[in-house]
T-cell receptor, first 113, second 110 residues
């Protein structure tokens, strides 16, 4: 059974803390993505990576960074969390190509106080 | 203007009804098209691809009109279990750029 696993389902952090969200996929996919999902705004792409050590900014990269040191792992980092980063964060992976299947993790709900 | 737009919803329909969702996209270079389903507090999952010739999967029919840049999803004989948010998705750049619509929420009522 294919799987994308996110390290934490629920996190509560304080303003200014550094936050790491980790994601691991077991499908040998080239592409990995971080989205955030907010009511009324839908899914918005933060960053994606199409290869180890490669990264591309998405629509809302400000306040975030990412790391992809191994093909199966893609980390999202909030250097100094702020209350407007309270959200549901979804990691996903896909093969390169047009078959359209994006596999998501279960999500990490982050609350910044 | 958002790149992918959908009916705002929510759609509240009785069991057994037929319901149709519409989606428009603005980027004519979009290469592939899909419908995803997202249950409450769950992650999105692929429902079906959308082909120019139209395609059907049981009670679900998807259509694509490239000239009008329009995608549709028809659900026949709605079930309670169809209640979810339906997301229209377009792909660019050989699968490296998935653009999601905001989603349309469907509630099927007994």
């Amino acid at each position: 059974d294919v799987k994308v696993t996110q390290s934490s389902r629920y996190l509560v952090k304080r303003t200014g803390e550094k936050v790491f969200l980790e994601c691991v996929q077991d499908m040998d996919h080239e592409n990995m993505f971080w989205y955030r999902q907010d009511p009324g705004l839908g899914l918005r792409l933060i960053y994606f990576s199409y290869d180890v050590k490669m990264k591309e900014k998405g629509d809302i990269p400000e306040g975030y960074s990412v790391s992809r040191e191994k093909k199966e792992r893609f980390s999202l980092i909030l250097e100094s969390a702020s209350t407007n980063q309270t959200s549901m964060y979804l990691c996903a992976s896909s093969r390169t190509g047009y078959d359209g299947e994006l596999f998501f993790g279960e999500g990490s709900r982050l609350t910044v106080l | 203007r958002k790149e992918v737009e959908q009916d705002p919803g929510p759609f509240n329909v009785p069991e057994g009804a037929t319901v149709a969702f519409n989606c428009t996209y603005s980027n004519s270079a979009s290469q592939s098209f899909f419908w995803y389903r997202q249950d409450c507090r769950k992650e999105p999952k692929l429902l079906m691809s959308v082909y120019s010739s139209g395609n059907e999967d049981g009670r679900f029919t998807a259509q694509l009109n490239r000239a009008s840049q329009y995608i549709s999803l028809l659900i026949r004989d709605s079930k309670l279990s169809d209640s979810a948010t339906y997301l229209c998705v377009v792909i660019h750049n050989y699968g490296q750029n998935f653009v999601f619509g905001p989603g349309t929420r469907l509630s099927v009522l007994p």
